[in-house]
C-alpha cells in the first residue's frame, strides 16, 4: 500500500447541467446525419464512455459498489470496456463530487481513462462524457462505445459484435428478443395483448461516432427531450441503428435478485474461479514505497527494528516489503492489488500489522485454488542494513506464506544516495510465482448438501465450518460425518466462508470436495433400464440462476429422473449456490455438460425419448396431453424462454392453463409442474 495514490487526471469535469451555448446549439453533424444517414464515414478510432453517475435507488443503496469476486460492479464494467479492441480513451462519468472516490479505484494502467461529473438524468450523463471525449483530443469521427456501468457482464465477443456492426451501418445497438407475453394496462386491469413479433429488450453497450452522438444529444435537449439510450437519440434525428443479438447473460442490475445471477456469471468468466487448475503456474510483479518518518517504530519485511530513529509512514503498520509480497501473489493469483483487498480508506486496516495482511492475501490465494510457489524480495533504501537480517527475514516471509525457507529470497542493495529511496524513505520490489492445486476442486455449502454429499462418499478434502456456527445437533452430526470419512475440519471467519463460496446462504458450512464426475445420455438411458422404467431426463437450455437451477435439480431428483442435460456455456454454472437450492440433490443425479445442446437433443431423440417442453403459446394443454413413455423435458431461460431452434426440435409443446392475470410461469416453477405431471401420468396410466 503506498502511501499516495496514483493521480489520473479528471479532464474538464461537467456539471449536472451545461447550458453554455455549445450545448445549446446543435452539432454540426446532425444536418449531415438526417440528410444522408446511410452515408457512413470510416471509424478507426475506438472510444467509450462508462455510465457510472446512477444512484441505485431501486436496490436502497449504491448498487455499482456491490464487491463481486474482489472487484465493484463498475469495475467490472470498466475493465471490459478497455479491453475492446483499439480503444484509446474512455470517459468514466460518475456523480457529483465522487471524481476521487472512482479515482482510487482505478485499475493500475488508467491512463486512457478521464474520470467527467455526470448530470441528473441517464441522457445529460452520456452528454457529459461525450464533450469529455471530445474535449479530450477525440475527433468527430471517433466510434464511440457507451456503457452502462450496472451491466458488469457484457464481454468481448459481445463488445466486437457492436463494433463491427457499427462500423458497417454507422450506429448499432445489441437486443434480445422478448420471451414473455405481454400487456397492455389501464387501471390495474388489463387492456390488451401487445404483439412481441417487433419488440426487443435493449442491452448496452450501443456504438456509434462521436460527432452523431453530439449531433443527436444535442437536438434531444433543443427538443427538451430526455432519451432513454442512445438508440432513441439517434433514431430521432433519423439515424438508422443497426440491432445486433445480445447476450441474456449481459443482465442490468436493477433488483436485490440480479445479484446471484450476475455473481454466478462472473465466477464462472475468473479464470481463478473455476479454472486454475488449467491455467499452470503464474508470475506476478510487486512495488511498493513509504516514506521515512520520526517517531514511528520501524517495521519492515515482517521484522521489527527497534534501534531505527525513523519508521514507514503508512496507512497500516507501513511495512513495504511486505506489501510488495501481496501485490506480486495476488497478481500472480489474477486477484488484483493490494488497494482492492486492503482499501486505504477503510478504517479496519488502519494500523493493521503487515504480517496479518499477508497472511490474509494467502488465503485469499488459496481460496481461488492457487498457492505461492516462490517470491523473489528486493528492498532499496539507505537504512537498514538488510545482510545482517535476511535469513530472519527470508524464514518470516515463508512462515507467512506457507513456504520452504529456500523458496524464499530477499535482497537488499541503496541507491547510491539518489532518488527517493535515497534519502526519503524506503522501496520494495518483489517477484512472486504461484501455482495452483493439483487437484480440480468443487464447493458444496449448506447443511443438507453437506450431509448429502459425504453421505454419497463423494471424495471430499476439508470441511470449513464458521467460527460464529453455533453447535447443534445438525451440525453436531456434520462434523462427525466428516471425521467418520476422514475429512479435515477447519475453523474460519464467516467472511472468508462468504467469499468463498460466492453466496451469504451456506448455513455455516462449505465443503471442499473433488472435481465432479460429469456423466452422458447413454448412462442416463442406462440407469432408467437399470431402474425398470422408461427414461425420463431433464434439459435445461441457458438457465441463467443459480437458484432456479438448483430448485429444478430438487424437484427431478424428487421425481425420479435419470439425469440433467444442460449446455456448458451460456448458462448458470453448478456453483456452491446451485447445489444450497437444490438441497443436496445434485449429489443424487447424473449430470451431463455438453458442448452443443442441440446435438445431445438429436442424441435423446435418437435414443427413443419424446422431446416435450412448456410454452405459453401452445395449444395443447399440459393437463390432457399424453405425457408417458421415454421423455426428455426442456426447460427454456428465465428472460428469453425456449430458442426458436430448440421449438422446433421438440416433438410436443404444452401449455398450463391459467386463471389468474400473470401470464406466465417462473421457469422452476414451470419445470417442476411439467416434471411431476408425467409422474402422475405414469402413475395413473395417462392423461386425464
Known amino acids: 500500500m503506498t502511501e499516495s495514490r496514483r493521480r489520473t487526471s479528471c479532464r474538464r469535469p461537467c456539471g449536472r447541467e451545461d447550458r453554455s451555448p455549445r450545448a445549446q446549439r446543435l452539432h454540426p453533424v446532425e444536418a449531415r446525419a438526417g440528410a444522408n444517414a446511410a452515408d457512413v464515414r470510416p471509424m478507426s478510432d475506438v472510444a467509450g464512455v462508462l455510465v457510472a453517475a446512477g444512484r441505485g435507488s431501486r436496490m436502497g443503496g449504491d448498487k455499482l459498489w456491490t464487491e463481486l469476486w474482489g472487484r465493484p460492479i463498475w469495475r467490472w464494467s470498466l475493465d471490459a470496456l478497455l479491453a475492446a479492441p483499439g480503444l484509446t480513451r474512455l470517459a468514466v462519468v460518475v456523480p457529483a463530487g465522487e471524481v476521487e ?77 422478448v420471451a414473455d407475453t405481454l400487456k397492455r394496462l389501464g387501471d390495474g386491469l388489463v387492456e390488451a395483448t401487445v404483439s412481441r413479433d417487433s419488440l426487443a429488450a435493449a442491452q448496452t453497450p450501443q456504438a456509434a461516432s462521436l460527432g452523431i452522438l453530439l449531433a443527436a444529444f444535442d437536438a434531444a435537449r433543443v427538443r427538451g427531450g430526455d432519451p432513454t439510450d442512445e438508440a432513441a437519440a439517434l433514431t430521432a434525428i433519423g439515424v438508422p441503428v443497426r440491432a445486433v443479438a445480445g447476450d441474456p447473460a449481459n443482465r442490468k442490475l436493477t433488483e436485490d435478485g440480479d445479484l446471484p445471477v450476475l455473481r454466478a456469471v462472473l465466477r464462472e468468466r475468473s479464470v481463478v474461479a473455476l479454472d486454475a487448475p488449467a491455467v499452470g503456474g503464474r508470475a506476478g510483479i510487486g512495488f511498493d514505497a513509504h516514506r521515512l518518518e520520526a517517531g514511528v517504530p520501524l517495521r519492515l519485511g515482517g521484522l521489527a527494528f527497534p534501534d531505527e530513529p525513523q519508521g514507514l509512514a503508512g496507512h497500516s503498520d507501513g511495512d513495504a516489503a511486505l506489501h510488495a509480497v501481496i501485490d506480486a501473489l495476488l497478481g500472480a493469483a489474477h486477484l488484483g492489488d493490494v488497494g482492492i483487498h486492503f482499501a486505504e480508506g477503510d478504517e479496519q486496516w488502519s494500523g493493521a500489522d503487515s504480517s496479518e495482511l499477508l497472511r490474509l492475501a494467502v488465503e485469499r490465494i488459496r481460496d481461488a485454488r492457487f498457492r505461492p510457489r516462490a517470491v523473489d524480495l528486493t528492498i532499496v533504501g539507505a537504512r537498514p542494513a538488510i545482510a545482517p537480517t535476511r535469513e530472519a527475514m527470508e524464514r518470516r516471509i515463508a512462515e507467512l506464506t506457507g513456504l520452504p525457507a529456500d523458496s524464499v529470497s530477499v535482497k537488499g542493495t541503496t541507491s547510491d544516495g539518489l532518488g527517493f529511496a535515497g534519502t526519503e524513505g524506503i522501496a520494495a520490489y518483489a517477484l512472486a510465482s504461484v501455482e495452483p492445486f493439483a487437484d480440480a476442486t468443487d464447493w458444496i455449502g449448506g447443511r443438507r448438501p453437506v450431509a448429502e454429499a459425504l453421505a454419497v462418499g463423494r471424495p471430499a478434502h476439508r470441511l470449513l465450518v464458521s467460527s460464529s456456527a453455533k453447535p447443534n445437533p445438525e451440525l453436531n452430526a456434520l462434523l462427525a460425518g466428516a471425521r467418520q470419512a476422514g475429512v479435515p475440519v477447519e475453523t474460519v471467519s464467516p467472511d472468508r466462508l462468504s467469499r468463498i463460496a460466492g453466496f451469504d446462504g451456506h448455513q455455516g458450512v462449505l465443503l471442499e470436495v473433488g472435481e465432479r464426475r460429469w456423466s452422458d445420455l447413454t448412462e442416463m438411458v442406462g440407469r432408467a433400464a437399470a431402474r425398470g422404467h422408461d427414461p425420463f431426463v431433464l434439459v435445461l437450455e441457458h438457465l441463467q440462476d443459480p437458484t432456479n437451477l438448483g430448485t429444478l435439480l430438487r424437484s427431478g431428483e424428487a421425481a425420479g429422473i435419470d439425469g440433467v442435460v444442460f449446455p456448458e456455456r451460456g448458462a448458470a454454472p453448478l456453483t456452491a449456490a446451485a447445489v444450497k437450492a437444490s438441497a443436496g440433490a445434485s449429489e443424487h443425479l447424473l449430470l451431463a455438460r455438453v458442448e452443443s445442446l442441440g446435438a445431445s437433443l438429436h442424441e435423446l431423440k435418437e435414443l427413443g425419448l419424446r422431446l416435450v417442453a412448456a410454452d405459453q403459446d401452445a395449444r395443447a394443454s399440459a393437463w390432457e396431453a399424453d405425457l408417458t413413455g421415454p421423455m426428455a423435458i426442456v426447460v427454456g431461460s428465465e428472460g428469453s424462454g425456449l430458442s426458436g431452434a430448440t421449438k422446433r426440435r421438440c416433438d410436443l409443446l404444452v401449455q398450463f392453463p391459467m386463471a389468474g392475470r400473470v401470464a406466465s410461469l417462473n421457469a422452476a416453477t414451470a419445470g417442476a409442474l411439467l416434471l411431476f405431471e408425467v409422474v402422475r401420468q405414469r402413475s395413473a396410466g395417462g392423461a386425464r
Do not use: M
Open 101 to 177: 472516490r472512482f479515482r482510487d479505484r482505478l485499475p493500475p494502467a488508467a491512463e486512457r481513462c478521464l474520470l467527467v461529473e455526470g448530470g441528473e438524468t441517464r441522457s445529460a450523463s452520456v452528454h457529459a462524457g461525450l464533450l469529455g471525449l471530445s474535449d479530450a483530443g477525440a475527433s468527430s469521427d471517433t466510434l464511440v462505445l457507451v456503457h452502462d456501468a450496472a451491466r458488469p457482464a457484457a464481454d468481448g465477443r459481445l463488445i466486437e459484435a457492436v463494433l463491427g456492426a457499427a462500423r458497417e451501418t454507422g450506429a448499432a445497438i445489441p437486443v434480445l428478443s
